[in-house]
Each structure stands twice: as C-alpha cells, then as structure tokens.
C-alpha cells in the first residue's frame, strides 16, 4: 500500500516502470489526471515515458493515501543557465 521510491527523479524520456508487488490492484494516478495507468493486478506492469520537465505527486485511483512525487529533470546539457 505504498510506492516505492517515494520520490522518484528521472530524466525526459525515461521510460517509468510500475510493478505491483502488492495482493491487491493499484494505479498510478497523476493528482491532476494528466495521466494513469490501467488497474494493475498483482505482478502486472505499466510503463510511461517522462514527458516535460516538472513535478508532480500521483496516487493510486483505489487508495488515494498512497502518494508519491514524480520529478522530471530537466537536463543539464540544455540548463537555462548556459543562454
Ligand atoms: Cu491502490
């Protein structure tokens, strides 16, 4: 009843792997429904590229107390700083 990381930070174009580990179904929600994934039965996976740079908390549509923070990066190589 929980994500794991908590806090997860990737890149854009990563490709996010959710597995359920758990004996119940869960989603991965974006809090503000810019996306989700299928109900996800135990052992079932779902897969999402990161999109743009920000960040973002999801829950699970079932369980809503299960939260988790989604950060997507934005590269270093294109740093605003370097314009
Ligand atoms: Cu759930």
Aim: charged fraction near 20%.
């Amino acid at each position: 009843m929980a994500f794991h990381p908590p806090d997860l930070q990737v890149s854009p174009g990563d490709t996010i792997v959710w597995i359920n580990r758990d004996f119940v179904p869960h989603t991965a929600t974006a809090r503000d429904s810019a996306w989700t994934s299928p109900p996800l039965a135990r052992d079932e996976r779902w897969r999402m590229v990161a999109g743009a740079p920000g960040t973002g908390t999801y829950i699970c549509a079932f369980h809503p107390v299960m939260e988790a923070r989604l950060v997507v990066e934005a590269s270093s190589s294109a740093s605003e700083s370097d314009r």
